[in-house]
């Protein structure tokens, strides 16, 4: 027997977010590990293995799941696995632990905040080319868009795997999208993307909406992508937008809410992105 944390990640104001089941890894097949998401009600299971010290920090290996296969990466997950390693330590108000997954080590922090945690992570550096074309027309197909309700210029972007970011007019458009999910995923799969991450421009304080839709990989529709928000951030950070607050999941009746901030340095846009994370129940499996 085994605990299993379901962790409510990127919350809205102490409510909603992305439950996520977080455990420590196990022998298991990667058939077994895919089974968790749907027996538990999550969307992702992420999977701990201590492996150490590193950098003066307790290190562990993050592995993410969903039911249809693994992800070399995924946000709200590594939100999640820190609120678990956090409450294990227990007394230490300013967690930090070295993270590592199957291509990158890096590193990550919480704290306590209220009932909840605030956590935040670097989610590693972020490419960006522009798309249109075929390419943006079979992925606007997939939404049931049309092209003149694209609000600005979209780009593909990657931390890892790429995937299309895609400005809409406005937060009630976005709201309205009811995309054909067998069109979307043979438009992704057609072009090697992730998914859609479908937002309305930030506001001047950087307050935005987002859609993350990933039917790809097992994910109609995302409650909270923390990755793609880093992503979003990379990409705001060049027209002079560098702190964000991305609002998703209410589509879902779960509000979630993710931050991100970008700042320069000789190396380019340093990204940290996160959010509110509680723990909200543990079961034996």
Same mark, same amino acid.
């Given at each position: ?6 962790? $409510?990640?990127? &919350?809205?104001?102490?409510? !909603? ?27 992702? /299971? ?44 227990? #007394? ?18 919480? @704290?306590?905040?209220?009932d909840g945690l605030t956590v935040s992570f670097d989610p590693g550096p972020v490419s ?9 027309? =079979? ?13 600005? $210029?979209?780009?593909?972007? @990657? ?13 009630? /458009?976005?709201? &309205?999208?009811?995309? $054909? ?6 438009? %992704? ?8 991450? =479908? ?14 839709? =990933? ?15 880093? %992503? ?7 027209? #002079? ?5 991305? $609002?998703? !999941? ?24 996160? #959010? ?10």
């Amino acid at each position: 027997m085994s605990e299993v944390a379901v962790v $409510d990640a990127c &919350q809205r104001d102490g409510a !909603g977010g992305s439950p996520t089941a977080v455990l420590d890894d196990a022998p298991l097949t990667d058939e077994e590990r895919c089974r968790i998401p749907t027996a538990l009600g999550t969307s992702h /299971a992420v999977f701990l293995r201590a492996t150490g010290i590193e950098r003066r920090r307790p290190a562990y290996t993050l592995r993410f799941f969903t039911a249809q296969g693994e992800l070399p990466a995924c946000g709200h997950g590594t939100v999640a696995a820190l609120a678990v390693l956090a409450e294990r330590e227990g #007394g230490d108000p300013d967690y930090r632990a070295a993270l590592r997954t199957a291509h990158r080590s890096f590193d990550g922090r919480a @704290s306590r905040n209220g009932d909840g945690l605030t956590v935040s992570f670097d989610p590693g550096p972020v490419s960006l080319r522009s798309t249109g074309g075929p390419e943006l027309r =079979a992925v606007a197909g997939g939404l049931g868009l049309t092209e003149d309700a694209v609000a600005g $210029d979209a780009c593909v972007a @990657s931390n890892g795997r790429p995937r299309l970011l895609l400005p809409i007019r406005s937060r009630a /458009a976005l709201a &309205q999208l009811a995309p $054909d999910l067998t069109l979307l995923r043979a438009a %992704c799969d057609r072009y090697g993307l992730l998914g859609c991450y =479908a937002y309305s421009p930030p506001d001047r304080h950087g307050r935005a909406a987002a859609r993350m839709f =990933a039917p790809s990989i097992g994910v109609p529709e995302d409650i909270a992508n923390a990755n793609s928000t880093g %992503c979003l951030a990379a990409h705001a950070a060049g027209s #002079g937008t560098h702190r964000l607050a991305v $609002d998703m !999941g209410d589509h879902l009746g779960s509000p979630s809410t993710i931050t991100a901030t970008a700042h320069r340095d000789r190396t380019g846009n340093r990204i940290r992105v996160g #959010g509110q994370a509680a723990i909200v129940r543990t079961v034996m499996r």
